[in-house]
């Protein structure tokens, strides 16, 4: 039998992408839109929409906090968490996955944050855990940036403290026993006694044992010390990918370190970042990819600004037109492999070219019909291995998500491709269905 592939929608609560000619019409500030794309995505079957979150204006391009606020770019960001309950209460089965840093929140608030959603979703709750690469949201907080690798082992701590939280609570300690008197049983319910390196709580949490157990895991590091980091302790890494050849040497390196930790690799699943160029007729496929060749600047300009600000490492500083020297990826404070995908294979692109791939999306080759966009879906999913795409598009792209949901998701579901109900309850229970 031909195994199934999971879809997740990847955006954030954030302007971006509200100058596009073809936007959405609607506020992205209110909840309404993400919604109405919430439940498109549950249309069609998806696993969770999942919501990028960052805790400051980043300075990143060109040193100067304007180039973002006027463009209203990367780093203006609504709370993901908050956004969540929103969307978990327009929605029944899609899972909702908000991005918490490990280094600007207090582990106990993380771990009460996330129970208490896991319980007001139903066991839907997903946590991307992120170190915060860039430099803005240490500048809000007031505290220095720890080192690139120091970063992941203070969240390996906080990771650590969070599971013994969360699991303070006996899943059957809550009896709510009227007759007798006992709301919990006090020994299914204990203190943690925690004390490392970097942290200390007594514990228990004061929320009880969630649906889940606790939020289903996400990560998105790509370094050495991010891919060790996400081989220990997640569910599911969401990656972005331009050839088929990485897709493939990522997912087999990335199941042997999970194998490595001694965890089962088919419990770990690996989405690759997509936005397929989708056309109905073949016409309309070439009118997007001719659009997609020769971008406007102020898209140029606003993939630079995002690659700068995932990096937390200045690009304007190099010319546009000339192949991207090599750069020590030691000195990059922030996702030290962001460049990477660029370069495999001995290419050497020239920044606009780079900036040209990053406009069209991560689009991981897959252009076409719907036809040939289920096509190629699939041949990446069977010659890679599994597991699934996160669809990357903002709230303003409603007629896209529309379109892929309408033409391709049946096309998948006909072939047997995709799940055409729920089973599960949990959003876990469907991540690790097959
Ligand atoms: C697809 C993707 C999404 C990310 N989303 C966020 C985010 O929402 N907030 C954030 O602070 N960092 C985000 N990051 C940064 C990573 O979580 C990570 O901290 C960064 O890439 C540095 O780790 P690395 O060098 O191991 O890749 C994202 C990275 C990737 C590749």
């Keep these: 039998m031909t195994k ?27 909840p309404d ?31 100067s906090i304007d180039n973002y606020i006027k463009h209203g770019l990367n780093g203006i960001n609504h709370d993901a968490t908050l956004l969540c309950s929103m969307v978990a209460a327009a929605t029944n089965h899609l899972g909702v996955g908000t991005t918490v840093s490990t280094m600007l929140t207090p582990p ?3 771990a009460r944050q996330t129970a208490s959603l896991d319980h007001l979703t139903k066991g839907r709750v997903a946590w991307n855990v992120v170190t915060t690469g860039n430099i803005a949201g240490f500048l809000n907080f007031g505290v220095e940036q ?8 203070i969240a390996d701590e906080y990771l650590e403290l969070c599971f013994k939280l969360w699991g303070s609570w006996a899943p059957d300690a809550v009896q709510m026993d009227r007759a007798g008197g006992v709301f919990a049983d006090p020994d299914k319910v204990k203190p943690i006694h925690h004390e490392g390196r970097y942290f200390k709580s007594r514990g228990p949490l004061n929320v009880v044992s969630s649906p889940q157990g606790r939020p289903t895991i996400i990560q998105a590091g790509s370094s050495e010390r991010g891919k060790t980091f996400a081989a220990r302790w997640a569910d599911a890494v969401i990656v972005g990918a331009h050839y088929l050849d990485d897709m493939k040497a990522y997912y087999e390196e990335m199941k042997q370190r999970v194998a490595d ?6 419990q770990f699943k690996v989405f690759f970042i997509v936005k397929p160029v989708l056309g109905q007729t073949e016409a309309d496929v070439q009118r997007k990819l001719a659009a997609l060749e020769d971008p406007p600047e102020s898209a140029i300009f606003t993939a630079l600004a995002a690659l700068s600000s995932r990096m937390n490492y200045d690009l304007s500083q190099f010319n546009l037109d000339e192949p991207l020297p090599q750069i020590d990826e030691r000195q990059i404070k922030g996702g030290q ?53 996160v669809i990357r598009v903002n709230v303003h792209e409603r007629a896209y998500m529309q379109e892929f949901v309408d033409t391709v998701v049946p ?16 959003l876990r229970d469907n991540l690790m269905e097959y």
């Design 411 to 426: 096309l998948l579901q006909q072939r047997g491709l995709m799940r055409t109900v729920y089973n599960g309850t949990t």
């Design 146 to 153: 720890p080192e690139h690798d120091a970063r992941y082992d």
């Design 4 to 30: 199934k592939i999971h879809l997740g929608w990847f955006t954030e609560y954030g302007p971006i992408g509200w100058d596009a000619q073809d936007a959405t019409e609607g506020d992205w500030r209110g």
């Design 261 to 266: 930790q001694g965890r089962d690799p088919a």
């Design 33 to 63: 839109m993400y919604q109405e794309m919430a439940r498109i995505c549950e249309r069609g079957m998806f696993d969770f929409a999942l919501f990028a979150d960052h805790l400051g204006i980043t300075s990143s391009f060109g040193d």
């Design 337 to 389: 492999t962001t460049l990477s995908r660029f370069y495999t294979a001995g290419r050497k692109p020239t920044l606009r070219e780079v900036a040209k791939q990053e406009a069209a999306g991560n689009k991981g080759g897959i252009t076409g019909t719907p036809e040939q966009v289920a096509d190629q879906m699939q041949h990446i999913m069977e010659t890679v291995g599994g597991d699934g795409f």
């Design 108 to 110: 106990y608030l993380q």
